[in-house]
């Protein structure tokens, strides 16, 4: 199976300054038919996960503009321009590109 | 707008087994890839299988972790997917979540399971 490995797996961040979580595959997720299939979401507490980006930086509707998805290959990025209040909770990427789909981690943001 | 509703979790004894449900509205069942996934108590998130589409005959996939154990069918009739448990180990015990389509473009609310003598 596809490793995703996420760094930091933890990270406290100060209201309105910015973050960035690392999503790093043990192999190109750059598929045969041309795309790339890594995927974030997002999961506050108590509730359900909730997809963020597809396709490394398609957003999905009602994200905000302050999160951003970004890289190639092997190497990927989730940014958040200026962390709000709501943005508290898991973060996970995941994989499509090679059967059985896998998550990394999760990265836990909280507020310092 | 598209829904997801599990049931069916609860509180089982190891080696018992017990049906989930997954009811889908908001959009054409047949047409959408349907998904379980589960979440340990403060534990990552799993993939456990899948339905395909009407395009794609609805053949199911599942994870090595639960094959054998767990069957996956739906009834579109019903609009509706779900994931029957057999032989469940305590390792079972987590929060699983039905989503739509492969790359889990939305989520149910989940339902628990328990498994625990």
């Known amino acids: 199976d596809v490793v995703l490995t996420q760094s930091p797996l933890s990270l406290p961040v100060t209201l309105g300054q910015p973050a960035s979580i690392s999503c790093r595959s043990g192999q190109s997720l750059l598929h045969g038919d041309g795309n790339t299939y890594l995927s974030w979401f997002h999961q506050r507490p108590g509730q359900s996960p909730r997809r963020l980006f597809y396709e490394v930086s398609k957003r999905d509707s009602g994200v905000p503009l302050r999160f951003s998805g970004s890289g190639s290959g092997t190497d990927f990025t989730l940014r958040i321009s200026g962390v709000e209040a709501e943005d508290v909770g898991l973060y996970y990427c995941?994989?499509?590109?090679?059967?059985?789909?896998?998550f990394g981690q999760g990265t836990k943001l909280e507020i310092k | 707008e598209v829904q997801l509703v599990e049931s069916g979790g609860g509180l089982v004894q190891p080696g018992g087994s017990l049906r989930l449900s997954c009811a889908a509205s908001g959009f054409i069942f047949s047409d959408h890839f349907m998904d379980w996934v589960r979440q340990a108590p403060g534990k990552g998130l799993e993939w456990l299988g899948r339905?395909?589409?009407?395009?794609?005959?609805?053949?199911?996939e599942y994870a090595a972790s639960v094959r054998g154990r767990f069957t996956i069918s739906r009834d579109n009739s019903k609009n509706s997917l779900y994931l029957q448990m057999n032989s469940l180990k305590t390792e079972d015990t987590a929060m699983y979540y039905c989503?739509?389509?492969?790359?889990?473009?939305?989520w149910g609310q989940g339902t628990l399971v328990t498994v625990s003598s």
């Open positions: 989503a739509r389509d492969g790359d889990l473009a939305y």
């Open positions: 995941m994989q499509g590109a090679y059967w059985p789909q896998t």
């Open positions: 339905s395909r589409n009407n395009r794609d005959g609805y053949i199911i």
